[in-house]
């Protein structure tokens, strides 16, 4: 019996260690190809063992250093405040809809589950936002839309409050004497750190790879985040390139040497460096998180 249970962990062990493996070589490449150099890329296609290695993507977006710095800090405002106010606006709505005693509890909850399913489309909603609240060319560009629009963060938080609050604990705190928003702030919220990590990390996630936003309601270059500056940057590297021979002998041949392929490798590196950087800080929140708050 003992050693049928070791064989199982050690076949556990095995599989998830494939399932690691299959998850972390993807990125091993992306930052490998991202080092190798144009031609050794065009010659071997994508390898762990490039013939080559080159600096030549990193150097190109060096030169855009204050473009990238500059979205940087507009992405990481975008995404502190956004997933801040995310949270509480979650948080409030979810509360009390997970209160049996709230008067129409069902229909707000069928309201939110609604929006799940349908929404207005996306040119009523550019028009409502860019008529109506008037944010386009500014950072609520960037911020409002994600603020109000994810019933699934919502039913899970409101499912957690569910399934691991006691009413009993809510009802002792309101006999002495806490209203609810002392409840909600003192009691509800230190005890539900797990789901406020996870759904702090899908907003930070959602806010950090959004490009969507900046692309239809930001014209102005100096207000794009960094993934849109970076998706700008892959397209005119691609408009170059195709179009090198329009361009006339000397530009075509400074055209040609761009390092377009590695470029693409560096700009997802970048993107995607600081999101791996920061997920191990959320991890032992996240399975508790996603597994007790999840829709059941």
Sequence with gaps: MLNESKAMR??????????????????????????????????????????????????????HQLELGRAYGITILITVIGTAVSLAITSMLAYPLSRRDMPLNRVWTFIVFFTMLFNGGLVPTYLVYTQIFDIKN???????????????????????????IPPALIDAASIDGA????????????????????????QAIAYWNDWFNGLIYITDTRMFGIQTILTKMVM????LTSNSNA?????????AELPSTS??????????????IAYPFFQKYFVKGITIGAVK
Excluded: H
């Design 247 to 255: 361009a006339g002998v000397n530009a075509g041949a400074a055209i």
């Design 179 to 202: 209203g609810e928003i002392k409840i909600f702030y003192r009691i509800i919220l230190p005890l539900s750190m797990p789901i406020m990590a996870t759904i702090g990390l899908f």
């Design 138 to 164: 500014t950072l609520f560009g960037l911020l409002l839309p994600g603020l109000l629009m994810n019933g699934f963060n919502i039913l899970l938080v409101r499912t957690f409050f569910l399934t691991s």
């Design 10 to 63: 050690w076949i556990s062990n095995m599989v998830l260690g494939l399932f690691s493996a299959a998850c972390l070589i993807p990125f091993a490449l992306l930052i490998i190809a991202s080092f190798s150099s144009e031609e050794s890329i065009v010659r071997q296609g994508y390898t762990f063992f490039p013939e080559e290695f080159s600096l030549k993507a990193y150097e190109y977006l060096w030169q």
């Design 236 to 239: 005119d590297i691609q408009f």
């Design 263 to 276: 470029v693409r490798m560096a700009i997802a590196a970048i993107g995607v460096l600081p999101i791996l």
